[in-house]
């Protein structure tokens, strides 16, 4: 509610209301006045008034919590620490979705990184220029912090998120193995030199999971007795299930068998310590089965 009292030759005005910030201005007439605390109480209703949290709490303060809270997985820190070293110290107050929105475009027309040393010893610069899938993972990283703040904590009134808009992405190309082509394939990934290829690509053609998430998967995510399991390393950073039947189930037992207890990891490294790099023997399959594009 506004409280308007006469001191000496001027009106004095405050509003009060509960979650918002106290304001107080001094006017030279009455009217001024009561203008003045009819347009801050309609922004108090509309909530385009930020609440004392916004203007309590920075950016990085915000995502602080939210990586404590919600611990995400690299690629969101990734995507969170790009925009910290951009807003960290901004009240969330000041923020707008104006100030996202030009992020975007920066985001997408890259930023600028070290490339070769010239000849005199100073580095050159190049462009890492972003597509619009991947401006829009950064902002769906961003979007879950903010909605964390408005709807969880009540930092916020509303998301800025709301009003910025995903980049309009291509259509993904569509490419299906014929039948020959995939005999071709399984046969060459078969008498290739590293044993674990055609394991592998059974599994991506029986399963429709990402080379990534098989990469990722530990003994420890399946069930040999039942042929289910859970992705945890998913592109979008969520859990999912996955099946494995038939053929695919049986190349999973196999592997079983000569499983290497030094690892986690069902497509180990020669040393253990991380996922298996199946790009040279992938090439040199797809080079000896004859399939292109």
């Not at 690629?75 to 110290?89: M, S």
């Amino acid at each position: 509610m506004a409280s308007i009292v006469k001191r000496g030759r001027s009106w004095f005005c405050q509003v009060r209301r509960q979650g918002a910030p106290t304001l107080r201005k001094t006017f030279q007439t009455k009217k001024e006045a009561i203008d003045w605390a009819a347009a801050v109480e309609g922004r108090i209703v509309d909530g385009t008034l930020p609440r004392h949290e916004a203007m309590r709490h920075t950016f990085g303060e915000m995502v602080d919590r939210f990586q404590r809270e919600v611990e995400p997985d690299k690629n969101t820190q990734r995507h969170l620490a790009w925009f910290c070293e951009r807003l960290g110290p901004r009240r969330l107050s000041s923020i707008t979705a104006a100030d996202l929105n030009e992020l975007k475009t920066e985001l997408a027309q890259g930023s600028h990184l070290p490339g070769k040393a010239r000849a005199d010893g100073t580095k050159r610069t190049q462009a890492k220029l972003r597509s619009p899938a991947t401006v829009n993972r950064y902002f769906t990283s961003l979007s879950r912090v903010y909605s964390k703040a408005a709807n969880e904590w009540e930092w916020l009134d509303y998301s800025p998120m709301r009003r910025v808009p995903k980049l309009k992405e291509p259509r993904g190309r569509v490419r299906f193995l014929s039948d020959p082509e995939r005999q071709s394939l399984l046969e060459a990934c078969g008498a290739d030199m590293d044993p674990l290829l055609y394991a592998f690509v059974v599994l991506a053609l029986s399963t429709g999971a990402r080379a990534g998430e098989l990469q990722h998967l530990t003994w420890r995510d399946i069930d040999l007795k039942t042929g289910r399991g859970k992705l945890e390393n998913t592109k979008n950073g969520e859990r999912r299930a996955i099946a494995f039947r038939g053929h695919a189930l049986q190349q999973l037992q196999v592997l079983a068998q000569v499983r290497r207890i030094d690892t986690p990891w069902i497509f180990p490294s020669a040393s253990g310590t991380e996922p298996w790099n199946y790009r040279h023997a992938w090439y040199r399959a797809l080079a000896a089965s004859g399939v292109e594009d």
